[in-house]
């Protein structure tokens, strides 16, 4: 999530084209900006985190398909993410391309370019999808919340005879948590948030030789096992995988913009390596640990010294990220919360702009305290880490990545290739109708497969609670 914040400063220039609808695909163009390669780094950093380390649960939970899953959610969130730099570069170029786009923004212009009775509810769908996208970093950093917490309960356990409940240990945290999340210096959360994905990525490594030196377990398991857990593993898969808020951060920042799609692009190339390094992780995990993986993969390192200390590290890791994780909620909706408030407060004459920076400032710490508060409730009612984790994949991680992409695909290109085909010649209308067909029926498959997926998850993390 490090791109999230990272400043960039460069202007967009609209490329040479005497329509926008017939270039729909072109990107902007960066005066400046960073390589491809420099993208790739931000992407593979920003994706692989800590959700890697509950996808061994995917095997116990799916049986064998769960590797089918993992590969097909892989291909699936790569196409999704594509869309929606697709749309947002599209989109980039309709508003003169002076516009950095995000998430949310996507959705707006992609109503305001879309169809007549589509564009009234603009303000509607980027409401939606800031909600979906708050949604997710409230359950991501929920889940950094619990990490912590039961990673320190094992070293309390090694280190002393202390035995208490896991729930003492997420009041413990409490405070340390309120307190990183009070950290607003853009700089120090950008260099926390470098450091901490490469220390996650030795952690990574770390494991990863581990469970190559360990005896292997014959693989017994069922192609599948029953609808909930099929339904469980999803969840599992879509959280490690989930990246949507970070693709548009780096699309606007990378030099060329194109590099970020295509078979070679960013997103494919990275999608590519990441899935062998889950899939691998997943199957070497299970194989080692069996039935008896638990909701981190750390959780299940033998007590000694070395690993002991890694879970330390590994903790301390996830609590010295959890400030970037309440940056990018505060960033999304502190203004309009702010903004509310002192209008109220000041009976409609002024807003934050016009109260005193202590005013302005007490209300964030106190709203920081109220979204830490919140991933302590939401940990108090889930408490085990692979619910949790579950819970949060299976219900906004699908929205995110198999219905809004394809959404806002349909909405951004769909009036686009209409307009075309009214126009085509006779011999390029039957080549443009296979086209518009093809994108609608992959379209709705995608959302479809976003709405069970939602449903089918949510009751089975209900079932499962």
Known sequence: MSARIEDAKESKLPMPSTSVDDDADAPVIHQTGISYFAAFINFFKGCVGVGIFSLPLALKDAGLCGLFMLFLFGFLNCLGMTQLVRSAQYLARKNGGKERLEFGQVAFDACKHSFNFVRPYGSHLKFLVNLCVFMIQIGISAIYYVFVAVHIQQLVEYFTSIRVSEVMYLFAVFVPFVLASYLRNLRAIAVLSAIGSVCILFCIAVIFQYLLRQPHQELSLPWFKDFDGIMTAGGSILYAFEAQALVLPIENKI???????????????????????????????????????????????????????????????????????????????????????????????????????????????????????????????????????????????????????????????????????????????FGLKLKIVFKIVQNVFLAFLGIFGCVGGLQASIRGM
């Open 255 to 429: 030099k060329k913009p194109e590099q970020m799609v295509g078979w070679n692009g960013v997103l494919s190339i990275g999608m590519f390596f990441i899935t062998w390094i889950y899939a691998a992780t997943a199957f070497l995990g299970f194989i080692v640990y069996g039935d008896a993986v638990k909701g981190s993969i750390a959780l299940n390192l033998p007590e000694e010294p070395v690993y002991v200390a890694l879970k330390g590290f590994l903790a301390l890791v996830v609590y010295a990220t959890f400030s970037i994780q309440i940056y990018v909620i505060v960033e999304l909706t502190f203004p309009t919360i702010s903004g509310y408030f002192f209008q109220k407060v000041n009976r409609g004459k002024t807003g934050p702009e016009n109260s005193s920076k202590c005013a302005v400032l007490s209300l964030e710490l106190f709203y920081r305290t109220f979204l830490v508060s919140m991933c302590v409730l939401i940990a108090l009612c889930i408490p085990n880490l692979e619910q949790i984790i579950s819970f949060v994949g299976s219900t906004c991680g699908m929205m995110i990545a198999f219905f809004f992409p394809p959404l806002l695909d349909s909405l951004t290109f769909l009036p686009v290739l209409f307009k075309k085909h009214s126009r085509a010649t006779p011999s390029k209308k």
